[in-house]
């Protein structure tokens, strides 16, 4: 079947997926989807993250510049059986439009090591 790899615990035998188990693709259509609260709750629990961590820094734009986009990216973690683990939220930046020197100085690359995995 085509959508077994797009989806594929849809069409795992024994695996039960619920079918709310769709992820939405922005922050607006997450408020205005059923199990909102636990989108909400994700996205606050990564914003006070990035806050306690010192992730971000909150300062003034300078005079002719443009801030670099965002937008939330919304994932269901689920457990083997198929079975909802929790819902997350990242902000990822629109890497694309920065430009090398101008609005980063140097690459950071996120690896995971073999004693983590």
Not at 17 to 34: F, G, I, N, Q, Y
Not at 49 to 74: D, M, Y
Request: hydrophobic share 45%; glycine share 6%; proline share 7%.
């Amino acid at each position: 079947m085509v959508f077994s790899r797009i989806i594929p615990n849809l069409f795992t035998p024994g695996i039960v997926t619920p079918s709310h188990c769709v992820e939405p693709r922005t922050l607006t259509k997450a408020l205005k989807w059923p199990d909102m609260d636990k989108w909400v709750a994700a996205a606050l629990t990564k914003i006070e993250a990035h806050i306690q961590n010192g992730i971000w820094e909150l300062t003034q734009l300078p005079p002719s510049k443009r801030a670099i986009g965002s937008w939330w990216v919304f994932k269901i973690k689920q457990m083997p059986e198929g079975l909802i683990d929790k819902y997350k939220g990242q902000v990822v930046a629109q890497g694309f439009s920065q430009v090398l020197g101008i609005n980063y100085n140097e690459v950071f690359a996120l690896t995971g090591h073999m004693a983590a995995m």
